[in-house]
């Protein structure tokens, strides 16, 4: 009692000073502008609900900073306004906010497109996107909001960041500043619904459920999502679900076209390939500044690709910067910044960001401010718990440096000059240096310990302690470092795998399996304290995981099964990390094949897994393998201070 009393009383501070906040934003947005309804019209004569703010004081003119959201720009009504916006010291230091219903949802016409292709060959009005809509209302606001003195910022954090992205792309003149905030960007490769080909079961379902419902009409209500759990336990919800398909049958009838279009489209064929912005990021004229979080569970990989797409098919003199925190999804906008679950940042980062950041980017390029002194990255390392700054992104001082698996559970540095190990697969091999684990997909091993029905966002920098006990986990790790290791870009999982299903899949049939990495810090065993209850001594924190659907090893658009008994490289990126791992701590390695119901179960069979039935899933055994021929382990790039 004595330890909870001190917690309850900080939460009640917290909560009180956080409502005196709200109260005060509210009052400001209420007392300092007026508020406008209008329906901007496009090209093709669809016409956009928009919400404007302007500041009542008419001394002066303002840039304009537009958000286009298909999640509404509610409230409604020129008389009702937004208790806070994204960023208040931008509020107060005066800017025009407008806000928009983008094509399709809520009051504004036309027809909704989940993220619509951008179309580079455009040959009449009708040949409308997400870049021309942005530059309809760009041209638009130019022309009819009072006071603006002609330059325009876009912003947007998640869904709305993948609209941001898109107005790179408008080539309006008045655009001068964007900012992509979590943007969603590639939904095979990385963000949301699907990471490396496997299937994001719980958010896909979670948000589809609601968010895919059609809307006929102009509303102003969205459409609730799925309800009847019938159970605490989603893990339990689920498994008994069975195959995918079966989700159909059972819960959604069929009723949610973009389900329909996910379980139609498996592969990374045409249709997902015109739904990923990366190659048209080109000849960007204004200004970007992309933002993400190191522990967003929803569109890590997207903020990381906007930045280096840019940075990769643009001149040297783009303008083009990156800002990555220790955030949940959007925490920069919405959380102090300061800790995620059971790990503390030691200092309130989403503030920093507002006004150290954010708003000096927008005041510079949208109001002559006298100086812009931004890194091209800004970077906040964990583990050491500081904000560091780069020419660039990953840094030029990180080498690549290959950490093997070993004998015994051990993960050790390679030699210099040392080999992965050829590629292929290899008939014939012998018993020896390999680590074993059964894949069983009637017992997956789950994301988190915890037992919960909505994913929970903690999951990023969970202890991993759960997993490492359980059999079908395998689990490298180094001796206690003596001195400082810091990991600054992608990590590369480097593995030579072999399945065996014993018979189970019947003669001539190929097999499947998925393959989840995490790379862990954990911390020293004499560590005292507790965060929320949970022992630090031994906390194994995740600092990165991923999952990677087997088939695609070699093409995301041309799958191939494993032959039972032979031996083939799985190698693949999982999202920058930017990570100290302190003197004391050891760094750990994790390799599964289930991570549920994160993601979906793998039959472990070469089917169609969107097609598959519940007879198709089988347990598997796999080998991981660590020999000199076949030396599994991991890439890092490890920063030389």
Known sequence: MKRILPVFFLLVVHFY????????????????????????????????????????????????????????????????????????TLARSGYIFVFQDVRG??????????????MPNKKSAKDTDEATDTYDTA?????????????????????????????????????????????????????????????????????????????????????????????????????????????????????????????????????WQARNPRPHLKNIRPAVLTVGGLFDAEDCFGAWSVYKAIEKQNPPNTHNRLVMGPWRHGGWARDVGDRLGNVVFNEPTSAFFQNEIEARFFDFHLKNAATMDLPDAY???TGSNRW????????????????????????????????????????????????????????????????????????????????????????????????????????????????????AAGPNRLLDADFVVKLIDVFPDTLNGRENGVPLGGYQMLVRGEIFRGRYRNSFEKPEGFKRGEIYRVKFELPDVAHTFLPGHKMMVQVQSSWFPLADRNPQQFVNIYEATDADFIPVEVKVWHN??????????????
């Open 379 to 381: 970077i906040f390392e």
């Open 628 to 641: 000199n021929t076949n030396a599994s382990g991991v890439l890092l790039p490890v920063l030389e201070k």
């Open 17 to 88: 000073l956080s409502a005196q906040d709200d109260a005060r934003d509210s009052a400001f947005i209420r007392d300092n502008f007026t508020k406008r309804e209008v329906m901007i019209p496009m090209r093709d004569g669809a016409r956009l609900f928009t919400a404007i703010y302007t500041p009542k004081d008419r001394s002066r003119t303002y840039p304009m900073l537009l958000c286009r959201t298909p999640y509404s720009c509610s409230p409604y009504g020129t008389g009702t306004f937004k208790t806070r916006f994204q960023n208040m």
């Open 388 to 503: 560091t700054t780069y020419d660039t992104w990953p840094p030029k001082q990180a080498k690549p440096q290959q950490f093997l698996f070993q004998v015994g559970g051990k993960l050790s540095a390679a030699p210099a000059g040392a080999q992965a190990g050829k590629s292929g697969p290899t008939p014939g091999f012998s018993n020896e240096n390999a680590d074993v684990y059964f894949s069983n997909p009637a017992k997956p091993v789950p994301y988190t310990e915890d037992v919960h029905l909505g994913r929970t966002k903690e999951y990023m920098t969970d202890d991993q302690r759960f997993a490492a006990r359980r059999p079908d986990v395998l689990v490298y790790e180094t001796t206690v470092l003596a001195a400082p290791l810091t990991v600054t870009g992608p990590v590369i999982a480097d593995l030579w795998i072999s399945l065996d299903d014993r018979g």
């Open 139 to 271: 041209e638009w606001l130019q022309k009819n909001v009072a006071g603006n003195n002609g330059r325009i910022g876009v912003y947007g954090i998640s869904y709305p960041g993948f609209y941001a992205t898109m107005a790179t792309l408008a080539g309006h003149p008045a655009i001068a500043a964007v900012s992509p905030q979590a943007p969603v960007t590639d939904w095979f490769i990385g963000d949301d619904f699907h990471h490396n080909g496997a299937f994001m079961l719980m958010d896909a379902f979670s948000f589809y459920s609601g968010f895919g419902k059609p809307r006929p009409q102009p509303t102003t209500e969205g459409a609730p999502g799925f309800s009847d759990w019938k159970t605490p336990d989603s893990y339990s919800f689920h498994l008994n679900a069975g195959a995918l398909p079966n989700y159909n049958k059972k819960y959604l009838h069929s009723a949610i076209p973009f389900w329909n279009d996910l379980m139609q489209h498996p592969d990374m064929d045409a249709w």
């Open 105 to 118: 949802r809520y009051l504004s016409e036309g027809n909704f497109e989940d993220i619509r292709p951008f």
